[in-house]
């Protein structure tokens, strides 16, 4: 058999062209499958890479089908795999969904596990604890009570523990710490539920599969534990697939650095809470040094500052902080951390629980006292990370993950492992190198690079306006100016509308004018879902059921993993071109590289960065071939900037909008077409 370039396919190429063929097995378990010429190029090019134990990068456009793309030679080759996505929701998509159908369509069982990192767990010994321990919370919060209780009635139901499995019980949930473990506070073999334990269960399943399923973390984590010598999560495997690879660089960065949080303070706090009174009640005063830890935690956040949301860490303070009194919170928060660990040393003889709480609050304090006393080093930058809901968190990392994946992908004689890298969003030409320079891989000798446009016609289905009497992108008056727009475009459009902004401020400030000019009638009533305001996954639910006119306005990580095919989004606006903040800590430090590099930190760093989160942004709007919308770009400087071009050649060739008019044109036309593709449904 021979390819489409006229070469002579190899068996597993010929047998993955068959799998693929009109008449082929995937087509017959999936009537209706349209045939995809870039599908088939990129599960060529994944089964030369695996046969000849090489590497591939590969972007593959929307539309692509670039699950089956992988899925489809890697079960053919019959090799045993660690297959890693970006997040646990598509974790779940692939173990729930894509995987199940490969293999009933091609008839070739396999042993599938997935696994997810501790914290995705219930620990029923945790659970318990928390609802009839000495200290529990439960009988303190009639709120946490009933959750706890509700939990507790699903865990004695289900099988894996999953916590995905709960509605409801979003990330932020504060139930989430008092039911889950973490590596800190795990009993281990000596736990009373270890047999029952869900997280030692799907450990060990994964050791024993042919296919594990985990997210990048997790991944990470494992590596970690190789390092240290410690055994391993994860089976040793021929080919390791990364998903949604284009987030490796910035993921892989927080496991090669050192970090301390208010996230990890509250957990310690809490542990204290429970077993300082469990195990040694009356010997210290447990509930008051919870408290101080607390409180000296939050201290950190009250320290008045005007940097940005990563601030970098150079000097006495962050930067935009108050250097004064942010010395004073410092310490603080030593002095707390300080007397946890004197507290806990008298102590830490009475149980197990104990003994490991003090070996962590010990190395919390060790770790405190070296990120805020020693300056950055060996390249490694220092930054102060403010989040959402009111937390932070101090690291130390490198600029990039070069080092890990330049040693992963090292050539070694004695073991052969193919590595296959796949997203939308790689890179603006053939070689990809906004993602392999990333990684250190730019000259690596096995590894190949690939990419496969969309098959949509975005000429057709999808069309572009950038509005040219906003006020500059800078400027206050930019976003209350675009959301006056939003709410004309979304009345006549009947909502179907997604805003991404780049800012949270900017997301809070246009969904507050969006209900003002609501409230005030001067558009026809909308549903404004604004995030902060729910979890994600119930505001994309709301958003997707189509009775009300909605608009979705988000920022953040509403950029990508965001899918809502057919009708209910018919116009996305993205409100400024996402370059990444100037003073961004970790941009920096890469303009610096770049720089010593010989190369121009804006049009090799900023504009590829903005380029990429671009084409993550615009990809929201057409996800079938049937979907039909407008994409407004807020921000004139697309059309009178010189790098515009750079930007408009990321995003897929579309018809453009000139003025008002036009727009208006189009969206009656979105209106319509929807209008008459119901009347013409089979009743």
Not at 615 to 628: H, P, T, V
Request: hydrophobic letters at 40%; glycine letters at 8%.
């Amino acid at each position: 058999m021979h390819g489409a370039d006229g070469g002579t396919l190899s068996t597993l190429e010929s047998e993955v062209e068959a799998a693929f063929a009109a008449d082929g097995p995937l087509s017959r378990a999936r009537p209706g499958l349209r045939e995809r010429r870039g599908q088939r190029a990129m599960a060529q090019a994944v089964a030369r890479a695996l046969e000849a134990g090489e590497s591939l990068a590969v972007e593959a456009g929307t539309g692509v089908g670039k699950t089956f793309a992988y899925l489809v030679p890697l079960l053919l080759s019959g090799q045993r795999a660690l297959l890693s996505t970006a997040t646990q929701a598509l974790q779940d998509q692939l173990f729930n969904r894509d995987i199940p159908a490969v293999v009933n369509a091609l008839g070739m069982p396999v042993r599938v596990a997935l696994l997810k990192g501790r914290g995705s767990y219930v620990c029923l010994q945790r659970l318990d604890q928390a609802l009839n321990g000495p200290a529990s919370t439960g009988l303190r919060d009639p709120a946490i009570a009933s959750g706890l209780s509700r939990v507790m009635q699903w865990a004695q139901r289900s099988s894996r523990g999953d916590l995905a499995e709960l509605d409801g019980l979003d990330e932020r949930s504060p139930l989430r710490p008092l039911i889950t473990s973490t590596r800190d506070n795990c009993l281990g073999g000596s736990c009373p539920q270890h047999a029952a334990c869900h997280v030692h269960r799907a450990r060990a399943d994964a050791l024993g599969a042919d296919w594990v399923v985990i997210n990048h973390h997790l991944f990470f984590s494992d590596q970690l534990l190789r390092e240290t010598g410690v055994a391993a999560m994860l089976p040793a495997a021929g080919v390791v697939v990364f998903d949604e690879a284009h987030q490796l660089n910035d993921t892989g960065i927080g496991f090669l650095g050192q970090s301390i949080g208010s996230a990890a303070l509250r957990e310690l706090g809490q542990d204290l809470a429970l077993h300082g009174p469990r195990w040694a009640r009356g010997q210290r005063p447990w509930a008051h040094l919870a408290l101080h830890l607390e409180q000296a935690g939050k201290a950190l956040l009250a320290v008045p500052r005007a940097g940005p949301q990563r601030s970098r860490w150079t000097d006495v303070a962050p930067q935009g902080a108050d250097p004064t009194l942010w010395a004073h919170a410092v310490a603080g928060l030593e002095r707390a951390l300080g007397h946890v660990v004197q507290s806990l040393q008298g102590t830490a003889q009475a149980s197990a629980d104990l003994e490991r709480l003090l070996v962590r609050a010990e190395g919390m304090h060790a770790l405190w006292r070296d990120l805020s006393e020693s300056q950055s080093e060996d390249g490694r930058i220092r930054w102060v990370e403010w989040g959402e809901g009111r937390s932070w968190r101090v690291v130390r990392s490198p600029a990039d993950s070069s080092s890990l994946f330049r040693e992963l992908l090292r050539p070694d004689p004695q073991r052969s492992r193919s590595w296959i890298f796949s997203s939308a969003t790689l890179g603006h030409e053939a070689t990809l190198g906004w993602f392999t320079r990333g990684l250190g891989l730019t000259d690596h000798p096995a590894l190949r690079s690939l990419q496969v446009p969309s098959p949509f016609d975005h000429l057709s289905q999808a069309a572009l306006y950038v509005p040219e009497d906003l006020p500059e992108p800078a400027d206050e008056a930019h976003t209350p100016a675009l959301a006056d727009s939003v709410a004309r475009w979304a009345s006549r459009l009947g909502g179907r509308t997604l805003v991404l902004t780049t800012t949270l401020r900017a997301a809070d400030r246009l969904a507050q004018r969006l209900m003002e000019l609501i409230g005030q009638g001067r558009c026809r009533p909308l549903q404004v879902l604004a995030q902060g305001r729910g979890s994600r996954r119930a505001l994309l639910d709301r958003f997707r059921a189509t009775t009300e006119a909605s608009v979705l306005v988000a920022s953040a990580s509403f950029w990508e993993g965001v899918d809502v095919p057919g009708d209910a989004l018919q116009l996305l606006v993205i409100d400024k071109l996402p370059f990444p903040p100037p003073d961004d800590p970790l941009m920096e430090a890469r303009a610096r590289l770049l720089e010593a590099d010989g190369r121009n930190a804006f049009t090799d760093g900023f504009l590829p960065e903005a380029a990429m989160a671009l084409k993550q942004g615009a990809g929201r709007l057409i996800r079938s071939e049937s979907d039909r919308g407008v994409l407004v770009i807020g921000d004139r400087r697309l059309l009178s900037r010189s790098y515009g071009n750079r930007l408009l050649a990321a995003l897929p060739a579309m018809r453009r909008l000139e003025d008002e008019a036009e727009m208006t044109e189009a969206l009656d036309a979105l209106v319509l077409t929807r209008a008459s593709t119901r009347d013409c449904r089979p009743t």
